[in-house]
């Protein structure tokens, strides 16, 4: 009798989507996910099937015969046409599939993955890679039933490539793991008071001086992204379904700038990391570098950063107090509202939107911009006050932070410890907060600042917590579970270390 009841509740785990300690690996959790009993066998020779002849989908399908020569050493055939026998992929107009979605069906014949869009497409192939299973004597996919589709439209990872400088190829497989995580917005933090790092035909000094931090360690110190780096790095993304967003510093944490033209600081503080907002040639230099930076990126969308400007400094320099007598303005506060506000409305007239850090929400966001919050409660009172928002709340959030209370010891003092299970139990849109003002909070992203961490060192930052942040992004918050979580991680776990990374220190 008790074998029997055992028997019902497996049936139950089974229809219920669960695959708790089953063998279907997806990370970040589907929001549906049906275990089989039935087997698809892997042969070699086998053939691809594309449901229609799109220049798109065929590209998702080569992606499809490449990861499966990597993974199994064979190679497959890409046909056009239907089949009941071999793998089918497909765009699905049905209603029931969501922007990014797909459905993903194995049973002992045919693998069917059809998504909404070629994203969708996509997705179902790296979900696929993650269940792909090789034994002594097969390689296979387990029988499944797999419907899903992601919780929020911006799910981003921002890497900090001033303080510390990465390579070309490094950066190419964070994006290869990004996709796998099905994270879909590249932030590039590439300008701060410790490096230029994008190439600047009209400001060369941005290059001469601003990219040369000091004499040590050359590699990942100095140096910047030439515009055919970046441009091959956004084609890279683009075929990973990533947007490529950049970022570019100001009025603070832009030192880099100012030790290659000293002329755009206040003339009262000598030295400092910000531009004076009282001199009209700040506002010049600034347009005409986004100017460049949206041509090299192409981009319809731009970070302009906004946060942690030195207090005191413009309320006792001479231009800048003229100017906030000029507008009318309360305090050195509001310049940087009024300043922010011109620069994003020139951007913006050019058809350009903006993301900054959330300093001063009462003073104004100006039209076009998304906020980006680094604090807990600014997200809320964004979101209340109707602004698009991008909750990246640093205690759940900044994997610079310490893994572990041991790790702490050799990280600054005013870093918490993030372990794997706060990361995990993000939620970016907090109950607490009202029915009318969620549908304000648009995504959430993770964040890798490097002012500690070294290229080798950031797979260590980076793994596992960037798992559990992927299911704060895609999954459906009611479905997380955090053991199961850990169980599917460690099977995942492989897929990472094939595409070039060292999982962390503790144990995975
Ligand atoms: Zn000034």
Redesign the pocket.
């Known amino acids: 009798m008790k074998l029997y009841f055992k028997e019902i509740l497996f049936s139950l785990m089974l229809a219920s989507g669960s695959n708790f300690g089953q063998g279907l690996n997806i990370v970040p959790e589907p929001v549906s996910a049906t275990l089989t009993n039935d087997k698809f066998v892997l042969q070699n020779g086998s053939d691809i099937f594309l449901l229609s002849d799109n220049k798109d989908l065929r590209k998702v399908a080569e992606q499809l015969k490449n990861i499966i020569h990597k993974r199994t050493g064979f190679d497959l055939n890409i046909k056009n046409g239907n089949s009941d026998k071999g793998i089918v992929i497909g765009l699905s107009e049905g209603s029931s599939v969501k922007p990014e979605g797909y459905v993903l069906t194995v049973n002992n014949n045919l693998v069917k993955i059809s998504g909404k869009d070629c994203a969708g497409v996509f997705y179902g192939i790296e979900s696929f890679q993650e269940i792909l299973k090789r034994d002594s004597i097969q390689c296979y996919l387990p029988g499944c039933e797999v419907s899903d589709y992601p919780r929020y439209g911006h799910r981003g990872f921002m890497l900090d490539a001033s303080r510390h400088f990465q390579s070309v190829d490094f950066v190419k497989k964070v994006l290869d793991v990004m996709a796998l995580l099905k994270l879909n917005v590249f932030h590039w933090h590439l300008t701060d008071d410790q490096g230029w790092r994008i190439e600047s035909r009209k400001y060369p000094r941005l290059n001469e001086i601003g990219s040369y931090r000091d004499s040590i360690n050359s590699v990942e110190r100095n140096g910047y992204y030439t515009v055919e780096e970046i441009h091959d790095v956004i084609q890279y993304a683009k075929n990973l379904h990533i947007k490529i967003i950049p970022e570019v510093e100001m009025p603070g944490h832009s030192q880099a700038v100012m030790d290659s033209y000293p002329e755009l ?5 000598k030295g400092g990391n910000t531009y ?4 009209i040639k700040s506002y010049e230099f600034i347009k005409n570098v986004l100017d460049e930076v949206v041509s090299i990126f192409n981009t319809d969308i731009i970070v302009v950063g906004g946060d942690e400007r030195p207090k005191g ?2 309320e006792k ?4 107090k003229a ?1 906030i007598a000029k507008q009318n303005l309360a305090n050195e506060d509001l310049l940087q509202n009024y300043f922010m506000k011109n620069i994003c409305d020139y951007i913006s007239g050019k058809g350009v939107k903006t993301i900054a850090w959330a300093e001063n929400l009462k003073g104004g966001v100006p039209e076009n911009q998304y906020v980006e919050n680094y604090y807990p409660d600014v997200s809320m009172e964004s979101a209340r006050g109707g602004y698009y928002t991008i909750n990246s709340n640093c205690f759940y959030t900044y994997f610079d932070y310490p893994n572990t209370s041991e790790e702490k010891k050799v990280k600054p003092d005013w870093m918490p410890v993030l372990d794997l299970a706060r990361v995990y139990s993000f939620n970016p849109t907090p109950d607490s907060l009202e029915d009318a003002s969620k549908k304000f909070i648009i995504g959430t992203e993770c964040a890798l600042w490097t002012e500690v961490v070294m290229q080798h060192d950031i797979q260590f930052q980076l793994f596992p917590r960037i798992l559990a942040f992927s299911e704060d992004a895609w999954s459906p918050n009611e479905k997380k579970n955090y053991d199961n979580f850990v169980k599917r991680v460690k099977e995942v776990k492989p897929v990472i270390n094939s595409m070039g990374f060292e999982f962390d220190k503790g144990g995975w």
């Not at 600081?265 to 503080?269: F, Q």
């Not at 320099?317 to 800048?320: A, K």
């Open positions: 600081l206040c003339p009262t503080n004076c907002a009282g001199n400094i413009w320099d001479s231009l800048c100017m």
